[in-house]
């Protein structure tokens, strides 16, 4: 199709009675007509390369992340060749260490939105109906060229946090109409946040959580990308000298980091606990969990608990966190006061990845990467109840407030199942783009935002 241009030069080529005429033109036409075929030539090439998904087709790991160590848009050294790093937000007299440019905005950033109704994006009133008895329906679609999304979290406020990765080296900020509010950079100087020797750096945002009052998000960068930082740990990682990496708490007013807290080795999933004292983060190469003080902003300590651990669900009373270690097919129990391993949930099934806990702390939801299952476990039988098979290749969840519905994303089949809690059925299964990983649940507006990694995000309404 790119080519039809071209064509189109050829067909009015002289005939051969016209041919000597031609010839006595002036060299120049033949010099323009060099350079018109040559930019068509270059748009063709570069028009080509920037509509391809970063890195989205690289082989993956059980949990999905691609594998290679050569980042689009970076050269070995980590240096930026983002364009849309520019432009600031947010109050630019402060000193407190935050980033100038941690935060930008686009004056009109590319994207579709197909708006069913204007009710998918209205609060609603609790009508007393249970989730379970609810029919999920399509809503809109929100995509941009910044979006990668490995996952997306809700604030309970009113703004949607998508973590790129190091594919845009940005988090994308949403409202419920699903327009954007900010793009926030994930460049920072570690010097200005008390990091010593620090140096400017970018870093790679993975997953996010939300204090309990939704003010702050801490996000969990994979790696970090910068002079002196080697980011070659990736998904199969054993465990060994890999650089550590770095937690960033936004500010949700003002959109921008205030904080940068050193953690472990590849950091991934990261969950605040409902008292709002520790922040908890699984370390994936590190092989082990950073248990964060946010009062101080400092780590505490780091419990070791096996090969890659990933999700994290934490009791209401803060007392104990389920860790899902995933190379060993085990779920860790952590006694959150005396910071140790106190032993593991049975019946964890395979390569178990998500976890969610119901609000009374019995069951456990767990989503089985490989066995493409999500079970659900009585904590105090010790022992599964019931299992479901949802999809090829299950990855996160969300639970909804009264615990009647999961939904779960199915990462290789594209879809996002509603699954009935009391008896582990799929009630429902919609299609949601490309390789969706991340899910979110909005209780007012009961919205269901999904994050496919192709470059989407797909949002359901429960009604």
């Avoid at 966190?321 to 060993?328: F, K, N, R």
């Avoid at 476990?377 to 599964?384: H, K, V």
Wanted: with cysteine.
């Amino acid at each position: 199709m790119r080519e039809q241009p071209v064509e189109r030069v050829r067909a009015h080529d002289p005939h051969p009675a016209d041919a000597r005429r031609a010839a006595r033109r002036p060299l120049v036409f033949g010099t323009l007509a060099v350079v018109l075929v040559a930019a068509l030539v270059v748009a063709f090439v570069t028009g080509d390369a920037d509509n391809q998904p970063a890195a989205l087709d690289a082989a993956e790991s059980s949990d999905g992340s691609p594998t290679g160590n050569a980042e689009p848009g970076r050269d070995t050294a980590g240096d930026p060749s983002d364009p849309d790093r520019t432009g600031t937000i947010g109050d630019t007299g402060d000193t407190s260490g935050s980033s100038d440019a941690s935060a930008t905005t686009s004056d009109a950033p590319r994207r579709t939105t197909t708006t069913v109704d204007r009710t998918a994006i209205s609060v609603l009133r609790d009508d007393g109906a249970p989730s379970d008895e609810r029919e999920m329906r399509e809503a809109f679609t929100v995509s941009d060229d910044e979006l990668t999304p490995k996952s997306v979290v809700a604030s309970g406020k009113g703004l949607f946090f998508a973590q790129n990765m190091m594919y845009r080296h940005n988090v994308s900020v949403y409202d419920r109409g699903g327009d954007k509010v900010a793009t926030i950079s994930d460049r920072v100087d570690l010097a200005a946040f008390g990091v010593e020797d620090g140096v400017e750096a970018d870093g790679s945002p993975v997953e996010a959580t939300f204090t309990p009052d939704g003010r702050y998000a801490y996000v969990s960068n994979y790696k970090m990308y910068g002079n002196g930082f080697n980011p070659v740990a990736d998904d199969p990682c054993d465990a060994g000298d890999w650089d550590d990496s770095y937690v960033y708490r936004i500010d949700t007013k003002r959109l921008r980091i205030d904080k940068v807290i050193p953690t472990g080795a590849v950091p991934k999933y990261v969950a605040v606990t409902p008292d709002g004292s520790k922040l908890l983060v699984s370390n994936w190469c590190g092989f082990d969990v950073s248990v964060i003080d946010t009062a101080k902003n400092v780590e505490i300590t780091r419990i070791p608990v096996g090969r890659h651990p990933r999700g994290i669900a934490v009791t209401s009373d803060s007392s104990t966190a389920y860790v899902t270690v995933m190379g060993e097919s085990r779920i860790a129990r952590i006694d959150l006061a005396a910071l140790a391993v106190v032993g593991d949930v049975p019946d964890a099934g395979g390569t178990p990845r998500h976890l969610q806990l119901s609000a009374d702390d019995r069951f456990l939801y767990v989503s089985n990467n490989l066995e493409g299952v999500v079970r659900k476990i009585d904590l105090q039988i010790g022992a599964a109840v019931g299992t479901v098979a949802t999809g090829l290749q299950p990855r996160s969840t969300v639970l909804t407030p009264d615990g009647t519905a999961l939904f779960v994303v199915n990462y290789q089949d594209g879809t996002v199942s509603k699954v009935r809690t009391s008896d582990m059925t799929v009630t429902q299964e919609l299609y949601s783009g490309v390789h969706p990983v991340g899910i979110t649940y909005d209780p007012a507006t009961r919205q269901i935002w999904v994050a496919n990694y192709a470059g989407s995000l797909s949002v359901f309404v429960d009604r």
